[in-house]
């Protein structure tokens, strides 16, 4: 059975939690004792959330402990698992059971937050966040210039090489310019110049491999 000041301890710090978290965080304390099992609520802030009152009778959790008092079972707190309300509200809860100086569980504060609104939420934003494309990895850059598209693209197609230039082979510049041209990289004005000086080849070399991409193409 709690003592006075461990009641009033409790308390206090159930009506913080509340008031911290707001009206949607019901804080409840249950006393384990031999006299509780219909009245075991002696705290309770935000009790709107479940409906319950002071005096009122025990959760299954709790009757549950009731059941272990004489058996000397010593259960680990049970944080984070989801309960639901006779009115139906979803709410994220934590027991944590509370021992006197016997080692014996006297009782249990349990924290139960009504996350009903956040879970309809969720279910909305993930339906409004959801893209039809699953193999995308990575959103599309909107570039503000041609310039800015370019150098997203030369971005892209080191990604796609996976390696520096400088430790690229004829074969991977090949493989990145290739991915440069079927992007349309080639089409913005002045992209040769560009292209060529970032692979660090002569715009001759450049078209050489858009060459043998084509002769590629008309082997296929």
């Given at each position: 059975?709690?003592?006075?000041?461990e009641?009033?301890?409790?308390?206090?710090?159930?009506?913080?939690?509340?008031?911290q978290?707001?009206?949607?965080?019901?804080?409840?304390?249950?006393?384990?004792?031999?006299?509780?099992?219909?009245?075991?609520?002696?705290?309770?802030?935000?009790?709107?959330?479940?409906?319950?009152?002071l005096?009122?009778?025990?959760?299954?959790?709790?009757?549950?402990?009731?059941?272990?008092?004489?058996?000397?079972?010593?259960?680990?707190?049970?944080?984070?698992?989801?309960?639901?309300?006779?009115?139906?509200?979803?709410?994220?809860?934590?027991?944590?059971?509370?021992?006197?100086?016997?080692?014996?569980?006297?009782?249990?504060?349990?924290?139960n937050?009504?996350?009903?609104?956040?879970?309809?939420?969720?279910?909305?934003?993930?339906?409004?966040?959801?893209?039809?494309?699953?193999?995308?990895?990575?959103?599309?850059?909107?570039?503000?210039?041609?310039?800015?598209?370019?150098?997203?693209?030369?971005?892209?197609?080191?990604?796609?090489?996976?390696?520096p230039?400088?430790?690229?082979?004829?074969?991977?510049?090949?493989?990145?310019?290739?991915?440069?041209?079927?992007?349309?990289?080639?089409?913005?004005?002045k992209?040769?110049?560009?292209?060529?000086?970032?692979?660090?080849?002569?715009?001759?070399?450049?078209?050489?491999?858009?060459?043998?991409?084509q002769?590629?193409?008309?082997?296929?």
């Open positions: 059975m709690l003592k006075p000041y009641l009033a301890a409790l308390k206090s710090i159930a009506k913080g939690i509340a008031a978290f707001g009206s949607g965080c019901e804080v409840v304390v249950h006393e384990i004792s031999e006299h509780s099992a219909d009245h075991s609520v002696v705290a309770i802030e935000n009790g709107q959330v479940s409906g319950r009152a005096g009122d009778g025990p959760s299954k959790v709790v009757l549950e402990q009731l059941s272990k008092t004489d058996n000397g079972c010593s259960p680990p707190d049970h944080i984070g698992y989801l309960t639901r309300t006779p009115m139906g509200k979803l709410l994220k809860s934590s027991t944590v059971y509370l021992r006197g100086e016997d080692g014996a569980v006297n009782a249990l504060f349990c924290i937050f009504d996350i009903s609104a956040l879970a309809l939420a969720g279910s909305v934003i993930g339906e409004l966040t959801a893209i039809d494309d699953s193999s995308q990895t990575e959103p599309e850059q909107i570039p503000n210039n041609v310039n800015d598209l370019l150098d997203e693209l030369l971005a892209r197609s080191v990604r796609l090489v996976g390696k230039v400088e430790l690229m082979t004829k074969e991977d510049k090949v493989t990145a310019i290739r991915f440069l041209y079927d992007s349309g990289a080639m089409l913005i004005t992209s040769g110049d560009k292209i060529a000086k970032f692979f660090g080849i002569s715009k001759y070399t450049l078209y050489s491999y858009l060459d043998s991409k002769e590629d193409k008309s082997n296929d």
